[in-house]
């Protein structure tokens, strides 16, 4: 894979950033595609588009409001309060978000002539999202292969990993320290540790609390 060229859905989150470190490692050129789809904070797409430049990547924001259009949910409606009820998917689920994202994301890669895909979705922290399952990656996979003839492959790197997994990934990666600092995943827009209190920054510093635990324990063993 060193000499091919590969796409990174790309967010400017923990997961995606990861996710273009590992495609960094492992492919020859990296490009990045974003997604405008109407979301609570455009501030998501500036700190994407910083990560890219300083990591010497091509950017790429593609315009996908209609999703704004089409779907109220807690991610493009600020009226929305952001909830996870037991049984329920979590208010923040935005559907129909990744299907449309891979398959814009398929045919840019086309464009550019890249048969690889890279996602952050994983079926072991996805918050009850159905689209972040790998079945679905899968699924998805041979459709976009049949509907343009192509031989996409789609990497899911994080597809097995809970947060501590992934976070320990960017470490292996010498990443750590950039992941913690330089991206996005609160959902009220705030950068690196975030607010603390929204089901995503939750998730992501419980997962490096327990990370570290674990390394400083593997350390002293």
Not at 97 to 119: E, K, M, P, Q, W
Not at 183 to 208: A, D, F, Q, V
Request: proline letters at 3%; aromatic letters at 10%.
């Amino acid at each position: 894979m060193k000499n091919e060229k590969a796409v990174v859905v790309f967010s400017g989150g923990q997961d995606s950033t990861t996710c273009l470190f590992w495609a960094l490692q492992n492919f020859g050129e990296v490009a990045t595609v974003t997604f405008d789809y109407g979301q609570r904070h455009s501030a998501e797409i500036e700190v994407a588009r910083k990560i890219a430049d300083e990591l010497g990547v091509k950017f790429k924001v593609l315009d996908m409001t209609l999703i704004n259009q089409l779907s109220a949910n807690a991610l493009t409606r600020d009226d929305i309060d952001i909830t996870a009820e037991e049984g329920e998917l979590p208010s923040t689920f935005v559907p129909g978000r990744n299907l449309l994202f891979l398959s814009f994301a398929a045919v840019y890669a086309d464009a550019i002539g890249s048969r690889h895909l890279i996602t952050g979705v994983s079926e072991t922290d996805f918050s009850g999202y159905p689209d972040c399952r790998d079945t679905f990656i899968r699924s998805l996979n041979v459709s976009l292969n049949l509907a343009m003839d192509k031989q996409f492959i789609i990497h899911t790197p994080l597809m097995w990993l809970d947060k501590a997994g992934v976070w320990e990934l960017s470490d292996e990666l010498g990443a750590l320290e950039f992941v913690q600092e330089k991206t996005l995943t609160c959902y009220e827009g705030i950068p690196s540790t975030g607010c603390g209190e929204c089901p995503s920054c939750k998730l992501r510093n419980e997962g490096l609390k327990t990370y570290l635990e674990q390394k400083t324990a593997g350390a002293v063993e």
